[in-house]
């Protein structure tokens, strides 16, 4: 029942119309940190907004009933990693300033929405582990630009945290590929 709800194209294309419009409005509320940062490091500053962007174009495809393994190994790394780590910092807002305004509590249910939806879709991945192994390497990449290169998303109140932050959010990835690997990878050589 499940599998024909999440396949049926007028689902997918809701769904990909809510993706496409979050996405939209990821870049925009990125646009005053792009407005700062250095063009090198424009692809690696919108995390979220490029982890939807890779979910809205999986759906596309899906229409079409279509794949495209390497941009599903993105999206559900990226839509996972990121969906838990706006929640907790939003969480971790909360505990720090002891209230949390109306968008805090959009981005935590928009992004807990995000990692939720990409685990939902894995069953119909056609990833391999070379697939998971570019996203792996993009994934640590970007905490490398975010945590190193100091181009992490701006949560003003959670500045003189950075250092925890930044290690919360590498072991956050390696449990989001270790998911992924998990849920596409490990099934198929179960099979074997």
Request: hydrophobic share 55%; net charge neutral; glycine share 6%.
């Amino acid at each position: 029942m499940i599998k024909y709800i999440l396949l049926d194209k007028r689902f997918l294309f809701l769904l990909f119309i809510i993706n496409l419009f979050g996405t939209a409005y990821g870049y925009y509320w990125y646009r005053y940190q792009l407005s700062e940062t250095p063009d090198i490091f424009l692809l690696f500053v919108p995390d979220s907004p490029t982890a939807s962007l890779f979910f809205t174009i999986v759906l596309l495809f899906f229409l079409f009933k279509k794949n495209l393994p390497y941009v599903e190994a993105l999206a559900l790394i990226t839509l996972f990693k990121y969906g838990v780590w706006a929640v907790v910092m939003n969480l971790l807002t909360l505990v720090i300033e002891g209230s949390l305004g109306f968008a805090g509590y959009m981005l935590m249910f928009s992004h807990g929405a995000m990692a939720v939806q990409g685990l939902l879709y894995a069953p119909f991945y056609t990833i391999k582990l070379r697939h998971i192994m570019f996203a792996a390497i993009w994934t640590l990449h970007n905490d490398v630009i975010d945590y190193v290169f100091d181009q992490m998303p701006i949560y003003a109140s959670l500045i003189e945290y950075m250092k925890e932050i930044g290690y919360f959010t590498f072991w956050l990835s390696i449990l989001s590929i270790g998911i992924a690997y998990a849920l596409t990878i490990r099934p198929k050589n179960s099979l074997s």
